[in-house]
């Protein structure tokens, strides 16, 4: 009795093995692998200027990024193959709290394809983010400067132009005479007005 009641518990007990191996391998074999899988014609390297749609998660930890600089606010991991390192985009997630310009100074192996990864310092807050659409506009691609979205350079060229061609300011008059390095002669004055009448000597037989 109890020989027969461990064998059915042992042959229960594979049948449950095996069918959770089945289960996995099947499972990896239908499962899309991202890590694994190339990118597609749309997901060539991205050009600057170019307004791509993408889906965005938030990450928390780690102290360096993959380009060896602190992890701070402002910074993204991307897929390299499609936003190298150094690129800069603006990202728009429908929230003013994460919308703004980010640098790809991050990379990841779970980060393929059109997905970014913010970092923020909060824990909490990274989870709350979750999954999420988001609209990015490439202004950079990469490090080169020369790779940068026709608008955002001229722009920025333009504005520096314009303050170096600014005629300075004109000095405000100063108060009081203008000094034209010629002598300024003395005002006539009246000697009479200014005598004194009792200084004034009078004539012999003149009635005061």
Do not use: N
């Not at 992890?71 to 190298?84: F, M, T």
């Not at 709290?97 to 790809?104: F, I, L, M, S």
């Not at 990469?142 to 000095?171: H, I, M, N, Y």
């Not at 002598?183 to 007005?193: F, K, T």
């Amino acid at each position: 009795m109890r020989r027969s009641l461990w064998r059915s518990t042992w042959v229960k007990l594979l049948a449950l093995v095996v069918a959770v191996v089945v289960f996995v391998l099947m499972y990896e074999t239908q499962t899309f692998d991202s890590r694994e899988a190339p990118l597609s014609a749309q997901d060539a390297v991205a050009e600057p200027g170019e307004q791509l749609s993408f889906r965005a998660t938030a990450y928390c930890k780690g102290t360096t990024t993959a380009s060896g600089v602190q992890v701070r606010s402002g910074i993204v991991a991307a897929d390299p193959e499609l936003l190298p390192v150094g690129s800069v985009i603006s990202l728009v997630a429908g929230d003013d709290r994460y919308d703004g310009v980010y640098t790809v100074l991050d990379t990841g192996p779970r980060v393929q394809g059109r997905l970014l990864d913010l970092y923020i310092w909060s824990c909490f807050e990274a989870l709350r983010f979750g999954r999420r659409a988001v609209q990015v506009t490439v202004l950079r691609l990469g490090w080169d400067p020369k790779a940068s979205a026709p608008g955002l350079a001229d722009r920025l060229f333009k504005e520096r132009e314009a303050a170096q061609a600014a005629p300075p300011e004109a000095p405000a008059p100063a108060e009081g005479p203008i000094e034209t390095g010629e002598p300024v002669e003395d005002p006539p004055v009246d000697v009479a007005a200014d005598a004194d009448p009792a200084s004034t000597p009078t004539t012999p037989g003149t009635p005061d």
